[in-house]
């Protein structure tokens, strides 16, 4: 098993460009998220997909959009990147609701110039 | 305040020394999880915990469900240990992270 694989591993964009930020996972779980690592602070939760057909809003989601493609893959849009957006991204997924353990991608560095 | 706070920030030991990282959490949670990253960036995750102890080699993780604490231990630590671990806990489907604590072990 791949695990939770995440493409690209490294990106670099000029402000007001736009990407899409691909994850999959061949564990067959139902739970699926996206994150941002900055220095300093602890990951922050930008969406997640509790199942499949299902997307939420986590503590961060402004200047993102993200969609469950199938059961295997999550994916994370910046419309319109800014500097601000500069950070590493994590993808994770997870069995379902509840105490399970959680596995994370490889993350993709992102600059935004 | 975070709803997550680890203890220390930074650490560095000497090869073979007892380590100890400490989390606090102000949430109600219904599991806790510790999670390694190393220096290239992967996260794995060592622990996940409700109540009592878990050991795992030379890693042992404790929590105090009343005292809203979480201990992670390392024993005999070696360089190989050098790397950030990552306090994080769950409520339903919200994981919180604290901000980890960077852990160098010198030979």
């Known amino acids: 098993n791949a695990g939770v694989t995440q493409n690209p591993k490294f990106q670099v964009l000029k402000t007001g460009q736009s990407m899409t930020l691909q994850c999959a996972q061949d564990?067959?779980?139902?739970?699926m998220y996206w994150y941002r690592q900055d220095p300093g602070m602890g990951l922050r939760l930008i969406y997640y997909?509790?199942?499949?057909?299902?997307?939420d809003k986590g503590e961060v989601p402004n200047g993102y959009n993200v969609s469950r493609l199938n059961k295997r893959e999550f994916s994370l849009r910046l419309e319109s990147a800014a500097p601000s957006q500069t950070s590493v991204y994590f993808c994770?997924?997870?069995?379902?609701?509840?105490?399970?353990?959680?596995?994370f991608g490889p993350g993709t560095r992102l600059t935004v110039t | 305040k975070n709803e997550v706070e680890q203890s220390p920030q930074n650490l560095t030991a000497q090869e073979g020394e007892f380590i100890t990282i400490n989390c606090s959490y102000s949430?109600?949670?219904?599991?806790l999880h510790w999670l390694q990253q190393h220096p290239g960036g992967g996260i794995v995750s060592l622990f996940m915990?409700?109540?009592g102890k878990k050991k795992h080699g030379r890693l042992i993780a404790t929590i105090n469900i009343q005292e809203k604490h979480s201990s992670l231990h390392i024993t005999a630590s070696h360089p190989r240990d050098s790397a950030v671990y990552i306090c994080?806990?769950?409520?339903?489907?919200?994981?919180?992270f604290g901000a980890g604590t960077r852990l160098t072990v010198k030979p």
């Open positions: 997909s509790a199942s499949e057909g299902t997307t």
């Open positions: 994770a997924s997870r069995q379902s609701i509840g105490a399970h353990e959680q596995y």
């Open positions: 915990l409700s109540s």
């Open positions: 949430v109600g949670i219904s599991a």
């Open positions: 994080a806990v769950l409520n339903n489907n919200d994981m919180r």
């Open positions: 564990m067959n779980h139902n739970s």
